[in-house]
Each structure stands twice: as structure tokens, then as C-alpha cells.
């Protein structure tokens, strides 16, 4: 029976496609890719349990409103979702969204929550609601806090707000709030909050500030990691170590107190200096690279649209003069033959004329790959000469600090 389960009908019949409706839509549902689905709608299915979500690399848009869900469930491959709706459902734990990080939109409007957690990860939340549940501790929206990005709130209909605080409270602690419960939070009611709880909130920023630093520092790793692991730049960092613990003579030495305890600071401060000079040059290489294949794309792109477009406009042309001569035929029969093989001749010179193009396309597409190769390999053959000159570089560098030199001496 339908509305228990997601089934491969129900799936189907749930793919929503923007700009297209009616048999178009029905058509498209059937045959297109679910890699490149961006939204699916399960709205009033009676869902019990969510499963079969497999194969939706691009999904943005999520609704599994209205149902009988109980709990949330395997969505954590789901990582490009941007909006999940779980409103009108019978949830009684915020969980398995953690994976979910690209989350802006996210509702649990109407459902049997009794406390706000599990959220921590969803740094780009900018809408939440969480209305109609049953949250009772007005302390419990503090959590809410720590989202930088917030704007949108709401949380009526929940024991909660029967509490005089609530309204002004919420505004108080919340770092960007517009909207409260569907109603914007109006520049005097936001001071009237701040000053009401002015002590309370001037104690908890002097925190942030800290935490502030940290969290930036924490997000420039991320995107350092993400650049290193592009420019197969991972563990340079760790390469000294890397090598004093699997050399031999160094173990032996390391035994003795205090013999290299001076030699191996300066070792490691020169090491420190070269890698960074070692990591910018390789970062230079990499962008490069990335330049290249990124104005590759965009050639190929172009060619292919402007071919397309000119295939496509004599193809209208053609279309257009089918519908002609088809009503003329209709009025005059005795000419109809002629007309129709008049039709049948431009049908086969456009097939000739749009195999010209695919030809031409191809002839052009292989003449961007020569010069993308070209380009691609000077680079790389620049690349490696300067690897050639980083290596003597990198060992040559820190490889014997004067103080190694002194304790040898001594």
C-alpha cells in the first residue's frame, strides 16, 4: 500500500523539476538520472520510514512533511541538501542530521520534540522551526545561540512561550534574529531586549570572543586542508617527525639527555621555515593548474551551446515550415504530394547539415583538448623542474643546523 514506504513509484512520482509541468513533467520524472535530481517532494504520503534515498548526488530539496515518521533516518549521505522539510510528522528526537552540514532551511514544525539539540554541526542554518512541539524550558533556546547565520525562528505554539520572558529573551540571545514566530523583530524591541539582559550577554561575548578566534582558526584549517588535499599537499607538516621517528641514528642519539635537545629546535625551526616556502610554491603549481582546467570548461562549454544554438534554430526553422506546408495540405490536396516531398528533401539536408556540425563540433572540441594538453603538460613539465630545484631545497635547507654540527664537535 502506498504511503508506507518510499517505493520506487513513489520515489519517482516525487521528483519535482522546476519549469516543467503536465505530461512533460510525467515523462521526465520517468526517465531522468536521479544523480542529477535536485528536488523531491513526499508531502501527504503517510511515510512510516525513510529508506531507498540512494543515488541523489545533487539533491538540495528535501520534503518529508506531513507523514507518520517517528524518527529520522538515513539521511546522512545526503550532503548537498540546502532545505529538509520534517513538519507535520511525529518526531520525538532532533537526530541524524549531523552529516547534513550545507543545511540553511530546516523545519520540525508540529512534531513531539520536547528539547533542541543535535544541531551542532549545521553552522549555515539561516531558517529554523520548531514550532508546535513540545519544548517546556525557555533555557533550552540558549542553544540556539551559537548558529551565526540565524535569521529566521520560530518556535510558537510550544509550552515555552506561556513564559513573560520568552519573546524578549529569545531576541536577546539570538546573534542576527529578522523574524520571530512570523514577525519581524523590530530595531526597538531588539534594544528593549538587549539592555534587559545587558549584563547577562556583555559576560557571555567577552567568551565568545575567544571562542570566536577559535572557531575562525578552525574554519581556515578546513579550507587549508581542502586546498593541501587538492595539491596532494597533506602531512607536510608532519614530515620532520615522519623522519626522526623511523630514522635509526637518531633514536640511538635521542636516548642520550640533553644531546639534542638544542640541535633538534633549530632543526625544527628551519624545518618549519622551508616547508612554508615549499607549500606556497606547490599552492602556486596547483592553482595554476586548476586555472587552466577551469578556462578548458568554459571553452568547451561555449562551443558546445554555440553549436547547439545554431542546431537548434535550424530546427525550429524546419519545424515551422512542417506546420506550414501540413496546413496548406489540409486546404489543397492536389499539391500536397509535391509539398510533402519538398519536406522530406529539407528534412534530409538539415540531418546533413547537423551532421556538419557535429563534425565541426568534434573538429573544434579536439583543437581545445590539444591546446589544453599542451598547455597542461608545459606546466607540469614546469612543475617538475621546480619539484627538481624544491628537493635539494627542502633537505639542503635544514638538513645540518650548526648546533647538530656542535654536538658532533663535542
Not at 615549499?278 to 599552492?283: E, F, L, R
Request: net charge negative.
Amino acid at each position: 500500500m502506498e504511503g508506507k514506504a518510499i517505493t520506487t513509484n513513489v520515489l519517482r512520482s516525487s521528483i519535482l523539476i522546476e519549469g516543467t509541468s503536465g505530461e512533460g513533467l510525467e515523462e521526465r520524472r520517468k526517465s531522468l538520472p536521479l544523480k542529477v535530481v535536485t528536488w523531491l517532494q513526499f508531502s501527504f504520503r503517510g511515510i512510516k520510514q525513510i529508506d531507498y534515498l540512494v543515488g541523489f548526488e545533487s539533491l538540495t530539496r528535501l520534503q518529508l512533511d506531513n507523514n507518520n515518521l517517528t524518527m529520522i533516518e538515513k539521511l546522512d549521505h545526503l550532503i548537498t541538501l540546502t532545505e529538509l522539510d520534517l513538519s507535520f510528522n511525529h518526531i520525538t528526537k532532533i537526530e541524524g542530521v549531523s552529516k547534513l552540514t550545507r543545511l540553511v532551511d530546516l523545519s520540525f514544525y508540529n512534531n513531539k520534540l520536547t528539547t533542541i539539540e543535535g544541531l551542532d554541526t549545521l553552522e549555515d542554518l539561516a531558517s529554523l522551526s520548531l514550532g508546535n512541539n513540545e519544548i517546556k524550558d525557555l533555557d533550552k533556546v540558549f542553544y540556539l545561540r551559537q548558529f551565526r547565520n540565524l535569521r529566521l525562528l520560530c518556535l510558537e505554539g510550544n509550552p515555552l512561550c506561556k513564559d513573560p520572558e520568552y519573546k524578549l529573551y529569545t531576541i536577546a540571545y539570538m546573534r542576527v534574529l529578522l523574524y520571530l514566530d512570523h514577525h519581524l523583530v523590530f530595531a526597538n524591541l531588539l534594544k528593549q531586549a538587549r539592555e534587559q539582559y545587558q549584563d547577562a550577554l556583555q559576560e557571555l561575548k567577552d567568551k565568545e570572543k575567544k571562542e570566536e578566534i577559535a572557531w575562525k582558526e578552525r574554519n581556515l584549517k578546513e579550507v587549508e586542508k581542502v586546498l593541501f588535499e587538492k595539491a596532494n599537499l597533506l602531512g607536510i607538516d608532519d614530515f620532520l617527525d615522519m623522519m626522526l621517528k623511523t630514522d635509526v641514528e637518531h633514536q640511538k642519539l635521542a636516548v642520550v639527555p640533553n644531546l639534542m635537545i638544542e640541535a633538534l629546535a633549530e632543526y625544527k625551526e628551519r624545518f618549519l621555515i622551508v616547508a612554508e616556502e615549499v607549500k606556497s610554491a606547490i599552492v602556486a603549481i596547483h592553482n595554476t593548474r586548476e586555472q587552466e582546467k577551469m578556462l578548458h570548461k568554459l571553452a568547451v562549454e561555449g562551443v558546445l551551446k554555440r553549436r547547439d544554438n545554431e542546431g537548434r534554430v535550424l530546427c525550429r526553422v524546419l519545424h515551422k515550415k512542417k506546420k506550414q506546408i501540413f496546413e496548406e495540405c489540409l486546404q489543397d490536396r492536389t499539391t500536397a504530394e509535391l509539398k510533402l516531398n519538398e519536406l522530406l528533401d529539407d528534412c534530409t539536408q538539415l540531418q546533413e547539415k547537423l551532421f556538419e556540425i557535429e563534425g565541426e563540433t568534434y573538429c573544434e572540441l579536439n583543437l581545445l583538448w590539444n591546446e589544453f594538453e599542451e598547455n597542461f603538460f608545459t606546466t607540469i613539465d614546469a612543475a617538475k623542474g621546480n619539484f627538481a630545484n624544491l628537493y635539494p631545497f627542502f633537505f639542503g635547507h635544514f638538513f645540518y643546523p650548526s648546533s647538530l654540527w656542535q654536538v658532533f664537535k663535542n
